[in-house]
């Protein structure tokens, strides 16, 4: 005990006969005594005992808050990711490029960002990217009030109830040729569309730099700030709450999507489609007003946060402590030689004051310093691999469940938010919790995420399995047993069906489903009023099995029970995945040093996000348009997909989530050996060490015997 008082005071107020050490910030910050410019103690230490703004838990706690409004933003994209294709006339490759667009943004700023981060005052850039964020919800809402109004049907005037009789089967003697949608196209028609699109995609530019310092900036100011013992428990609280905001905004989507786009402007006629309607489009806008106004609401406090605040009491005892065994087995910073160079001392001493010049030049060797370390960039291609699969399943599992088992966006919303990414929520708890209860070393937070993975694979396996088939649909998709269905029938030659028109209709004896009435060969359309809600019905449908009255929409799904299972067996899988999410975090900060923890959070952000945020979404887009087997085209260009191919949409996009998730596993096997021969050697070298002591302690008992003899 007596070593362990006589070495603190060592490291603290020097050694004996020299200068005192002038305290770091750290220290200073952990006494609550910064020096003011004259020197003297800051004499705001007891106000800062008495404001809530110097309180880390506060701080916890409106980080976890804006985090949370800032993920409602791009989450709800996310959650409408459908609607905005239908409403556009996107494809699943486009929707996913626009998802991904704000990570173009972020990744050429965070690193300079994160490492210039200790220079600027913390809280109030956060604030200031908080403001950006708000903005960029406000500018993805333009696109609906400088565009004209939504019709599902294209050949309906405005002021028409949009059903319209076009889609009926009338002789080609009585109406002249259809005209395609390329012939009336123009040159207005098409910029406009660009217009739209690329606002769209200017606002998840400035959404991604918006975006730049809340996350590197909260966690780093937290990790200095907390007391070590209680820093993986804030940031599982931080990641766990952070959750809530894509659960929120699948919440939000749920309700919005259920009104009508046009909720603002509804036609004079009124809609006769509902949401299950294929057609439907839902008012995708209004929830980026709502998540924007709670970004803006959280960035206030921001900007009464102090730049540095006190450590939490109980660091002082505990920081001794660390630095005391630090300045016994390794060499601290005050014992060090003073031949030396400098450049052995730490990164952040000699480069404190480089200019953004100077910082890009040395950045590759940085760069290359830490990518070097095996057990950090393992953890973090590990985490790109988990990343690349959670950014697939949040941009497109809505879509997915809306085709695969013929359920509304709504619906598929509601699921995702109410049971999917709550499960992640509570992995990432658990994760925490243990951390901090077991107080789990490297090597079993390596376990932890090694076990974690293997039962998410297991949980994941039988989704190959749950789903439903392909709609059977005339002209489109070919059945071995109904060989006719290959081709249009017959029964409608004589009609004059558009081409491009999307109106179905179904066959509820066969099942089979019609592009448009047109094609069923509908003569007739029966409007019914009840409840104040228009039906649509058609009659006389030459294509059918059996006459009478047929409801406008695709066919019901005779699986459709199956989303259940699907969706509790891959939130099973999600917590289990989730519980590595605090454990692998931690394995990046204890396992760096600690002027290169901003940098390093910096560098593996800017990784997930080019290895995994960027590339993902257009990696599943672009597979799940590998599977369309029917496609609208508008202006002589592709645009939305209308039918699937189920087997091989499910087969492609679980796929792809095994592939990742197997990737993940096989970097935390590397870690776990990694780690366990670390941990070999370390204890060979302790046994080593006290076996050369016991010799130490019995040669000068055994020296007088030797005499002797």
Avoid at 257 to 272: A, C, F, H, K, T
Avoid at 587 to 596: M, N, P, Q, T
Wanted: proline content about 6%; overall charge neutral; some cysteine.
């Amino acid at each position: 005990m007596k070593t362990v008082e006589h070495q603190s005071q060592v490291y603290v107020d020097g050694p004996v006969g020299e200068e005192p050490q002038i305290p770091d910030k750290d220290t200073k910050a952990m006494m609550g005594t910064e020096d003011t410019p004259g020197g003297k103690a800051s004499s705001d230490s007891q106000d800062s005992k008495s404001s809530v703004f110097h309180n880390i838990k506060f701080f916890v706690l409106c980080h976890s808050l804006l985090q949370l409004s800032q993920l409602m933003i791009s989450g709800y994209l996310k959650s409408s990711i459908s609607t905005v294709e239908k409403r556009f006339g996107l494809s699943s490759q486009t929707s996913g490029l626009l998802a991904a667009f704000n990570e173009v943004g972020n990744t050429t700023l965070i690193v300079f960002v994160s490492y210039f981060g200790s220079r600027v005052h913390r809280p109030r850039l956060i604030g200031c990217g908080a403001i950006l964020v708000a903005l960029a919800g406000l500018l993805m809402t333009l696109p609906h009030f400088i565009s004209e109004p939504y019709r599902y049907d294209h050949t309906s005037s405005g002021d028409m109830s949009q059903d319209f009789e076009a889609s009926l089967c009338l002789p080609t003697t009585l109406v002249p040729a259809p005209a395609s949608t390329s012939s009336n196209c123009s040159s207005h028609m098409e910029a406009n569309h660009l217009t739209m699109v690329g606002i769209m995609f200017m606002a998840q530019i400035l959404l991604g730099v918006g975006g730049v310092p809340i996350q590197p900036f909260g966690i780093s100011y937290i990790d200095d700030f907390a007391h070590s013992n209680n820093s993986p428990l804030y940031l599982g609280i931080l990641f766990a709450v952070t959750l809530m905001g894509p659960a929120l905004a699948f919440g939000l989507g749920g309700i919005m999507l259920r009104l009508y786009v046009d909720i603002n402007r509804m036609p004079e006629g009124g809609i006769s489609i509902t949401p299950k309607d294929p057609r439907w489009v839902g008012a995708w806008w209004l929830g980026f007003l709502i998540a924007a106004g709670a970004v803006a609401l959280a960035a206030i406090p921001y900007f009464f946060f102090p730049k540095e605040m006190p450590k939490e009491k109980r660091e002082l005892h505990f920081r001794r402590r660390i630095l005391t065994v630090v300045s016994k087995d390794e060499d601290s910073p005050s014992e060090q030689s003073p031949e030396e160079p400098p450049e052995k001392q730490g990164l952040a001493q000699i480069e404190p004051n480089l200019t953004v010049i100077q910082f890009i030049k040395v950045f590759p060797r940085v760069l290359l310093r830490t990518v070097r370390h095996p057990i950090f960039l393992l953890v973090v291609l590990s985490q790109v691999c988990v990343s690349c699969s959670v950014a697939g399943i949040a941009t497109f599992l809505s879509k997915f469940l809306e085709r695969q088992f013929s359920i509304t966006a709504s619906y598929a919303n509601m699921l995702i938010g109410y049971l999917s990414i709550p499960s992640a929520i509570m992995g990432i708890v658990v994760g925490g919790v243990l951390v901090k209860c077991l107080h789990l070393s490297p090597l079993r937070c390596s376990a932890l995420c090694l076990l974690g993975t293997l039962f998410c694979l297991l949980f994941n396996l039988p989704l190959f399995f749950l789903g439903c088939p392909t709609h059977q649909i005339a002209g489109i998709t070919h059945q071995p047993d109904q060989p006719g269905l290959e081709l249009f029938p017959g029964c409608m030659e004589s009609c004059s069906c558009p081409s491009d028109d999307f109106n179905p209709v179904c066959d509820p004896s066969t099942h089979v489903e019609y592009l448009t009435p047109c094609h069923a060969g509908c003569t007739n359309q029966v409007v019914h009023e009840a409840l104040g809600k228009s039906q649509v019905f058609y009659a006389n449908c030459s294509c059918m099995m059996r006459s009478g009255l047929v409801q406008a929409g695709s066919c019901d799904s005779t699986c459709s029970h199956l989303v259940l299972p699907f969706i509790l067996l891959m939130s099973l899988g999600g917590v289990m995945a989730s519980l590595s999410h605090t454990p692998s975090f931690m394995l990046i900060l204890r396992g760096v040093k600690k002027e290169d923890k901003a940098l390093a959070v910096g560098i593996q952000f800017m990784l997930l996000r080019v290895l995994a945020w960027m590339p993902s979404p257009v990696i599943h887009g672009s597979a799940i348009d590998t599977t369309c087997v029917h496609w609208a085209w508008n202006c002589g260009r592709r645009a939305v997909c209308r039918y699937y191919d189920n087997d091989l949409l499910r087969n492609r996009f679980i796929g792809l989530q095994f592939f990742f998730k197997t990737g993940s596993l096989a970097c935390f096997v590397l870690i776990l050996a990694i780690l366990r021969q670390q941990d070999k050697e370390e204890r060979t070298k302790v046994a080593c060490s006290g076996l050369q002591k016991q010799l130490l302690v019995s040669l000068p008992e055994k020296k007088p015997e030797e005499s002797r003899v």
